[in-house]
């Protein structure tokens, strides 16, 4: 299932459907980000509990009484959202990495899920569980999950999508010039080997690379690439660099749109040249963007100005762009269905 689609899934279940989720899919997928995002859009709180790394004093201790007949536990309410605790009455309970716990573990959660409580401590009822994992064919530590766990939660595999990860990156300042490099190399962005150290993925290009990009020195970044994404993603990405840092100077060609032929056959220089003019789109140089825009292939006029649009309210609600989305762009998008 695709991020956005899920996303809408989560929250449709949100107060509606008691019974908790297992999102699984391959490392770096946007699995845990998906349900804080979620969160967030519904306004409640977003706990994250990492379950392999669960202690046992964080599920209960047993303590005696006076009389040495009985036993109780104490569950400290720092971590789960119990009754009568500081939590708010409202949230998303994240149990990460449900795969990777041992048996032990997967027993304490399957009984949070199913009655809600441990040891007698109960869930505040305007929670929802969702729990996170990886598959066991991605070799990245889950285990089989126990069966009587497994029937206690609805299964969502989610899976990488280009379009959804770019509205994603676009506002959450990953580089244009990451992004343009991946819609022009989209089989990049998750190309998930088990028997590969390190891996393009997702979280990789955005938590590593994109981090990177401007802060280390230029003959220093292919090796840090590499270490986030692998020698053969690294190496391609390198390579679209040196193409995007060698187009004429952006702030000239909008300067002087008129003048200005972009090749029509490189589709790696449409792609840097889109992610450089969309980048510095705004609301005063709405008609010189939409001038050079006009010369581009349809389906990169597009591009261009679907991605300006969404970093910059003031070029998506500027004359030129709106007049072009009720003419040119209508009848482009129709067209390219």
């Given at each position: 299932m695709r991020p956005s689609l899920l996303a809408d899934v989560l929250r449709a279940r949100y107060k509606k459907i008691r019974r908790p989720v297992f999102v699984v899919g391959k490392p770096g997928v946007g699995k845990t980000q998906i349900a804080r995002q979620v969160a967030e859009s519904l306004g409640v709180q977003c706990q994250v509990i990492h379950v392999p790394t669960l202690q046992p004093e964080d599920?209960?201790?047993?303590?005696?009484?006076?009389?040495r007949d009985a036993i109780r536990f104490?569950?400290?309410?720092?971590?789960?959202?119990?009754?009568?605790?500081?939590?708010?009455?409202?949230g998303i309970l994240v149990l990460d990495e449900l795969a990777q716990a041992d048996n032990s573990l997967q027993k304490l959660m399957a009984n949070l899920?199913?009655?809600?409580?441990?040891?007698?401590?109960?869930?505040?009822?305007?929670?929802?569980?969702?729990?996170?994992?990886?598959?066991?064919?991605?070799?990245?530590?889950?285990n089989r999950i126990l069966s009587h766990l497994s029937n206690r939660?609805?299964?969502?595999?989610?899976?990488?999508?280009?379009?959804?990860?770019?509205?994603?990156?676009?506002?959450?300042?990953?580089?244009?010039?990451?992004?343009?490099?991946?819609?022009f190399k989209p089989s990049l962005l998750c190309a998930f080997d088990p028997h590969q150290d390190v891996n393009p993925t997702p979280r990789a290009w955005a938590e590593g690379v994109g981090k990177a990009l401007g802060v280390v020195p230029p003959e220093a970044e292919f090796d840090t690439f590499r270490g986030d994404v692998g020698e053969g993603a690294a190496s391609e990405f390198v390579a679209f660099l040196r193409v995007y840092r060698n187009?004429?100077?952006?702030?000239?060609?909008?300067?002087?749109?008129?003048?200005?032929?972009?090749?029509?056959?490189?589709?790696?220089?449409?792609?840097?040249?889109?992610?450089?003019?969309?980048?510095?789109?705004n609301g005063e140089n709405a008609v010189n963007v939409m001038k050079l825009a006009r010369k581009l292939p349809a389906e990169f006029q597009v591009l261009l100005?679907?991605?300006?649009?969404?970093?910059?309210?003031?070029?998506?609600?500027?004359?030129?762009?709106?007049?072009?989305a009720k003419t040119d762009g209508r009848r482009i998008l129709v067209d390219h269905r």
């Open positions: 599920c209960g201790l047993p303590v005696v009484n006076d009389k104490l569950v400290p309410g720092e971590k789960l959202p119990f009754e009568n605790t500081s939590w708010e009455d409202e899920m199913q009655e809600r409580e441990l040891h007698g401590y109960k869930l505040k009822p305007g929670w929802m569980i969702i729990a996170t994992g990886n598959r066991s064919t991605d070799r990245a530590g889950a939660m609805t299964w969502y595999e989610l899976e990488e999508h280009l379009e959804d990860w770019v509205q994603w990156a676009l506002s959450n300042g990953v580089p244009l010039e990451l992004i343009q490099f991946l819609r187009l004429p100077d952006p702030d000239k060609v909008l300067a002087n749109p008129d003048s200005y032929e972009p090749p029509k056959d490189d589709a790696s220089v449409l792609y840097a040249l889109c992610g450089a003019i969309a980048y510095r789109a100005l679907k991605d300006a649009a969404t970093r910059n309210f003031e070029f998506a609600s500027s004359k030129p762009f709106t007049d072009w």
